[in-house]
Nanobody, 121 residues
Framework: QVQLVESGGGLVQPGGSLRLSCVAS???????????MGWYRQPPGKKRELVAS???????NYADSVQGRFTISRDNAKNTVYLQMNSLEADDTAVYYC????????????WGQGTQVTVSS
């Protein structure tokens, strides 16, 4: 069983910064590695969208809207993924979800419970 625990959300003023963390745990990870770790977000009244993802080799992918402001990183030894968010804007307000995936057997596609990020003055 896979469990994801997110932390770091909160209320921040426009232009401010936040750092999200997500720790993945489960006996499966003592044997198998995580291929892709990522962050998604769901703004109020909108669909969930990809924010950023990172492979086990360190390749990253960002949504155009956060490119240059957000940085995703991971610690493979700790099965942890981070999202450093700088220059936050009101449009970044959303519930942020952590996602981890294994693309080969045993397949894993797990989600965290979500953490609220609110950007407001």
């Amino acid at each position: 069983q896979v469990q994801l625990v997110e932390s770091g959300g909160g209320l921040v003023q426009p232009g401010g910064s936040l750092r999200l963390s997500c720790v993945a745990s489960g006996s499966i990870f003592s044997i198998f590695s995580i291929d892709v770790m990522g962050w998604y977000r769901q703004p109020p009244g909108k669909k969930r969208e990809l924010v950023a993802s990172i492979t086990s080799g360190g390749s990253t992918n960002y949504a155009d809207s956060v490119q240059g402001r957000f940085t995703i990183s991971r610690d493979n030894a700790k099965n942890t993924v981070y999202l450093q968010m700088n220059s936050l804007e009101a449009d970044d307000t959303a519930v942020y979800y952590c996602n981890v995936r294994r693309l080969q057997k045993p397949i894993v596609d797990s989600w965290g419970q979500g953490t609220q990020v609110t950007v407001s003055s």
